[in-house]
């Protein structure tokens, strides 16, 4: 019973994490010219590459499933906001979203990353408590080594770590956490439900975006869905479901499948730029200042994902409010 239940968690919970990464697909063409998709990282918006800093200090605490790194801008003068960045199961290392995390911090936010999971780890409630805890210390470092840094949080994740981001802010008053100012639940998933899932204790000042990819065979849109409709507090102007979609119209096809927010060197292309990190840090100017709201919304800022290189514009996502 117990190998059936360790096969089904690894097909189904969380990204396959073990050195995979996104696929990279190519067609066969003829001799005519190649149709590529962008190439290149925009140069500003909440996507783009105008950086506000260009280094990034890390601090790092605890050891195995109690281990957390935070991430924060060098020079750092004025409170900036901060992110609890969640892993999907088994995509331990910070290595796996490295590209996405270094852009939110160099936007001027701090990310803490707790590890929460050793490989092998199957008890969810386990994974859960070792994250509260880890975040709990986390900001505790913050204040003791004097890092600016705001009063309330948002809550990001991906897989595993999307479902785990709105169980903690739905629990944020019983686990004595800041208020969550955003939640980005990126393909959330699980095999196991927490027992105190609870998605209606997301206050209804918090800002959040459910996202399912189209080509997403592991974790679906069930709990993208779930989450969305659960958050009762939450008025339906400040919530928004994201559908991302696969687009083959070029030579090399975008696919919107379960390891896509993975974030290698060589893996970043339109839907890390237009999509996840696009939608991650205007989620938190939105919460935090009021800025670029339209990207977050049913609006073409949010919808346009690029243009391939013969003019076609990058299939659009589906957004509902």
Known sequence: MMKKFLLILSL??????CGQE????????????????????????????????STISIIEDGEGAGKVKIFYPDNLSSAAPVVVFIHGYTAISP????????HIVRKGNIIIYPYYQTMLSVDIES?????????????????NEDIPHS????????????????????????????????????EPGTVLPLKEENFNGIPTSTLLITLSAEDDFVAGSIYADKIFNEAT???????????????????YPLIADHLAPLSGESTTNALDWYGFWKWSEALIECSFY?????????TPEARFMGLWSDGTPVKQPLIEK
């Open 12 to 17: 189904l919970i969380l990204p396959a994490g």
């Open 95 to 102: 290595d796996f979203y490295r590209l996405w995390i270094s």
């Open 233 to 251: 507090r939450i008025p339906s102007y400040r919530k928004t479901r994201i559908t991302m979609l696969s687009d083959s119209h070029g030579d």
């Open 151 to 186: 009063l309330r949080i948002c809550f990001m994740g991906h897989s595993l770590g999307g479902y785990f981001s709105a169980v903690i802010a739905g629990m944020y008053r019983k686990l004595s956490l800041p208020e969550p100012a955003c939640i980005f639940a990126v």
């Open 127 to 143: 994974m859960f408590n070792n994250l509260t805890s880890s975040t709990t210390r986390a900001l505790k470092i913050l204040d």
């Open 22 to 53: 996104k696929k990279q697909v190519k067609k066969e063409s003829n001799l005519r010219e190649k149709i590529l998709p962008p190439v290149k990282q925009p140069d500003s918006g909440p996507e783009g590459s105008n950086y506000l800093f």
């Open 290 to 298: 009021g800025e670029n709201c339209n990207y977050i919304n049913d």
